[in-house]
């Protein structure tokens, strides 16, 4: 493609609960430490993030406790811009210049999603964030993680993960047997329902041919070393 600037391009996929360290609300350690290591990368390879909103509402918990589901859907998207705001922000500290993104018009606050230049601006050493999902109701942000990386051109999707190091056989949580998988094909991941990530974000990058490296978050300099191309994880192809 032709905004190929030969250097490495990722779609980093952030969910809520990554924001949050386990609680509602905003860990600003935690995401500070996260963009202390996206920081550490910019220049050598070019870094979008999808940010999910978990730490603060899922629209499918609203609903059932009795809201309308597209309109708890929308309160959970405009979570996901307060996390992308969040990481705007401790990554402008340590240096870097971004851009949010937001599938929602909010002008104010940051610019529509366009994704040609979102390229532009990855081109130019800016991290781009995309908030508010897809701006679409009965959507994930795993979804809008795999929609945005075809749509601009990345290399890989990389999905950090709290409390697991990669894809396992089964939630080694609470399953003794579960062994961990280093290498994977998005057939085999839908084939056993790994709930890493939705099946529509599996389906997209399988179709589309896009890896995808699942990740833990606990290891010291994880996210920068997954941005950077380390072998850590699991790795899901087509
Ligand atoms: N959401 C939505 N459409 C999208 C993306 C997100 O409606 O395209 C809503 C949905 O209610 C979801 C919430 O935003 O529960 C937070 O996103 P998600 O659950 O994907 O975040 P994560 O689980 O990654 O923290």
Excluded at 27 to 43: L, P
Excluded at 67 to 74: K, P, Q, Y
Excluded at 83 to 98: C, K, P, V
Aim: proline share 2%.
């Amino acid at each position: 493609h032709k905004d190929d600037t030969g250097r490495r391009r990722v779609l980093l996929k952030l969910s809520g609960e990554v924001f949050g360290g386990g609680q509602v609300g905003i860990s600003t350690d935690v995401v500070r430490g996260i963009a202390e290591q996206i920081a550490s990368t910019i220049g050598k390879v070019e870094v979008a993030v999808v940010v999910g909103g978990g730490n603060f509402f899922r629209g499918a918990e609203l609903s059932e406790a009795g809201m309308d589901r597209s309109r708890a859907d929308n309160i959970g998207m405009l979570g996901t811009v307060m996390n992308s705001l969040a990481l705007q922000d401790f990554l402008e500290q340590a240096g870097i210049d971004t851009r949010v993104q937001s599938a929602i018009s909010m002008h104010q606050v940051a610019e529509s999603y366009i994704p040609r230049r979102a390229i532009r601006h990855m081109q130019k050493d800016r991290v781009v964030i995309f908030g508010a999902g897809a701006g679409l109701p009965y959507f994930s942000t795993d979804t809008v993680s795999a929609q945005r990386a075809l749509e601009i051109h990345a290399d890989e999707v990389l999905v950090a993960k709290n409390g697991v190091d990669g894809i396992y056989t089964a939630d080694p949580n609470k399953d003794p047997n579960a062994e961990r998988l280093y290498n994977l094909t998005y057939d085999e991941a839908l084939k056993r329902n790994i709930r890493v990530m939705d099946q529509t974000a599996f389906s997209l990058c399988k179709d589309n041919n896009v890896t995808m490296r699942v990740f833990g978050m606990q290891g010291e300099g994880n996210v920068a070393r997954a941005i950077l191309g380390d072998q850590i994880g699991t790795l899901v192809t087509a």
